[in-house]
Protein backbone atom coordinates (compact mmCIF):
# COMPACT_ATOMS: atom_id res chain seq x y z
CA UNK A 1 0.00 0.00 0.00
CA UNK A 2 1.85 3.54 -0.86
CA UNK A 3 0.41 5.66 2.27
CA UNK A 4 0.78 8.81 -0.51
CA UNK A 5 -0.98 7.57 -3.29
CA UNK A 6 -3.67 6.50 -0.78
CA UNK A 7 -4.24 10.04 0.97
CA UNK A 8 -3.99 11.95 -2.19
CA UNK A 9 -7.06 9.47 -3.36
CA UNK A 10 -9.10 9.75 0.03
CA UNK A 11 -8.58 13.69 -0.31
CA UNK A 12 -9.78 13.64 -3.63
CA UNK A 13 -12.98 11.66 -2.22
CA UNK A 14 -13.60 14.23 0.25
CA UNK A 15 -13.31 17.36 -1.97
CA UNK A 16 -17.23 17.23 -2.90
CA UNK A 17 -18.52 15.84 0.62
CA UNK A 18 -21.88 16.93 0.04
CA UNK A 19 -21.89 14.71 -3.67
CA UNK A 20 -21.90 11.03 -4.34
CA UNK A 21 -19.30 8.66 -4.15
CA UNK A 22 -19.47 7.22 -7.51
CA UNK A 23 -18.93 11.03 -9.16
CA UNK A 24 -15.34 11.41 -7.69
CA UNK A 25 -14.86 7.58 -7.96
CA UNK A 26 -15.44 7.22 -12.54
CA UNK A 27 -11.76 9.57 -12.57
CA UNK A 28 -10.41 5.71 -11.23
CA UNK A 29 -12.93 3.43 -12.80
CA UNK A 30 -15.09 3.02 -15.63
CA UNK A 31 -18.01 1.43 -13.26
CA UNK A 32 -18.00 2.72 -10.22
CA UNK A 33 -21.04 1.11 -8.98
CA UNK A 34 -19.88 -2.36 -9.71
CA UNK A 35 -16.62 -1.30 -7.02
CA UNK A 36 -18.68 -0.60 -4.57
CA UNK A 37 -21.50 -3.25 -4.58
CA UNK A 38 -18.58 -5.81 -4.02
CA UNK A 39 -18.54 -3.97 -0.96
CA UNK A 40 -21.82 -3.34 0.02
CA UNK A 41 -21.92 0.46 -0.44
CA UNK A 42 -24.70 1.70 -2.43
CA UNK A 43 -24.23 3.61 -5.32
CA UNK A 44 -26.15 6.59 -3.37
CA UNK A 45 -23.34 6.73 -0.46
CA UNK A 46 -21.60 9.85 0.35
CA UNK A 47 -17.63 9.85 1.10
CA UNK A 48 -18.07 10.30 5.04
CA UNK A 49 -20.69 7.00 4.87
CA UNK A 50 -17.96 4.64 4.07
CA UNK A 51 -15.27 3.01 6.28
CA UNK A 52 -11.45 3.75 6.26
CA UNK A 53 -11.08 -0.18 5.14
CA UNK A 54 -13.62 0.11 3.01
CA UNK A 55 -11.66 2.66 1.18
CA UNK A 56 -8.24 0.59 1.48
CA UNK A 57 -9.96 -1.88 -0.59
CA UNK A 58 -11.78 0.45 -3.09
CA UNK A 59 -8.21 2.12 -3.55
CA UNK A 60 -6.33 -1.51 -3.91
CA UNK A 61 -9.03 -1.96 -6.68
CA UNK A 62 -7.54 0.64 -8.62
CA UNK A 63 -6.66 -0.83 -12.07
CA UNK A 64 -3.13 0.76 -12.49
CA UNK A 65 -1.90 -0.40 -9.20
Request: glycine letters at 0%.
Amino acid sequence: LNYAEFSHFVKEMFLHRRKKVTQQMKNYFLNPEMILSEFNVSPDARPENISPEVWKNIFLKIPHL
